[in-house]
């Protein structure tokens, strides 16, 4: 194996780590901001890996975790913004799409 690809592996390792460790959180805010992180860490990943449908797809998710940073507000749990991401999601893999392997991304972040 690489070098490069233990390095790009090693990112995904972080990140389910990181991803995983965010479900430990009792507090919103530390989960949305752990998940940021780990997707960061994923959106890296993908981007060496060539998967530019799951990079676009996890950039919008770590703008949705920002957005929900302010989840105690009230204002960001209106369904609207639920369905704008949706929407976003959906309309990076169109732009994206490459075989029927990008539409993994997108069934992951919608489900």
């Known amino acids: 194996m690489e070098f490069n690809n233990i390095i ?12 995983i460790g965010s479900f430990q959180c009792r507090i919103n805010r530390n989960l949305f901001g752990l998940q940021f992180v780990a997707n960061t860490f994923f959106a890296a990943q993908f981007i060496l890996l060539g ?5 676009v797809v996890l950039i919008i998710g770590m703008l949705r975790n920002l957005f929900l940073l302010q989840f105690h ?10 369905w704008l991401f949706i929407t976003a999601y959906i309309t990076a893999t169109v732009f994206t799409y490459q075989n029927l392997m990008s539409l993994f991304p997108l069934f992951s972040m919608c489900i």
Do not use: C, D, N, V
């Not at 998967?51 to 990079?55: D, N």
């Not at 507000?73 to 639920?82: D, F, I």
């Open 8 to 19: 790009i592996q090693g990112l995904g390792l972080i990140a389910a780590a990181l991803m």
């Open 51 to 55: 998967g530019l449908t799951g990079s």
């Open 73 to 82: 507000r009230g204002w960001p749990r209106k369904k609207r913004w639920m």
